[in-house]
């Protein structure tokens, strides 16, 4: 199947500081990227969704001058959490499409963000 | 999209078939069925889908009810590398900006043991 991947797969940062997750389509072109966070034994939660050249789509509840997305090309996307605090601190996974056939969705391997 | 409503855990023993079930009673006509799975600590991998026939692929097995209400996720020979949670999803393949959307549920906890 389709590669996805993601960078870093874990960051410590200091709390007040801002973090970059890249989300890469490593041999596809994806026209429409989403990226969720999970918090520890729950199940995976949309944060928003992304589609190049266009500003994202943020799902309810989500701040979206927190996190920052920017889906800049067909293989990149970027999150940026701004300004990180310790309940920030959680597991970032984004997904990508690229909307032929039947939208199947591949995932990155995730980015494990903790926040001190 | 539909809700889906899965056993919170599920045993195995390494060999046997896993079966889990999947209930989705307000699926529309429109609307596949999707199983993804989560090992610890990873992103959600593929396994399979399907519509309405019953699909079968390296990985596992799916069977959809004839009514579409339910289906079932067939691992023919669990292994220990199997143990992950299990989400069935239920997803509109309709175009738009949110194509692929995924929105996932609790899913099946399945351990499969020695």
């Known amino acids: 199947g389709a590669v996805v991947s993601q960078h870093p797969s874990r960051v410590i940062c200091k709390s007040g500081t801002s973090v970059k997750i890249e989300c890469r389509s490593l041999?596809?072109?994806?026209?429409?990227m989403f990226w969720y966070r999970q918090f520890p034994k729950k199940s995976l939660m949309l944060m928003a969704t992304?589609?190049?050249?266009?500003?994202?789509?943020?799902e309810q509840g989500v701040e979206k001058d927190k996190f920052l997305i920017n889906h800049a090309s067909l293989t990149l996307s970027t999150l940026t959490v701004t300004s990180a605090h310790p309940e920030d601190s959680s597991f970032y996974i984004c997904?990508?499409?690229?909307?032929?056939?039947?939208?199947?969705?591949?995932f990155g391997e995730g980015s494990r963000l903790t926040v001190l | 999209d539909a809700k889906t409503t899965q056993p919170p855990s599920m045993d195995c023993a390494e060999g046997r078939a896993a079966n889990l079930p999947c209930n989705h009673s307000t699926i529309s006509g429109n609307e596949y069925v999707y199983w993804y799975r989560q090992i610890h600590s990873q992103g959600p991998q593929y396994i399979i889908h399907?519509?309405?026939n019953n699909e079968t692929n390296e990985m596992a097995s799916l069977i959809i009810t004839e009514d579409r209400k339910s289906s079932t996720l067939i691992l023919p020979h669990a292994t220990l590398r199997d143990t992950a949670v299990y989400y069935c999803?239920?997803?509109?393949?309709?175009?738009?900006?949110?194509?692929?959307?995924?929105?996932f549920g609790q899913g099946t906890i399945l351990t499969v043991h020695p």
């Open positions: 992304s589609n190049e050249g266009s500003k994202a789509t943020y």
């Open positions: 041999d596809f072109q994806a026209t429409t």
């Open positions: 399907g519509l309405k």
């Open positions: 997904s990508a499409t690229s909307g032929q056939g039947t939208g199947e969705l591949f």
């Open positions: 999803i239920v997803r509109s393949n309709a175009g738009g900006t949110s194509y692929g959307k995924l929105t």
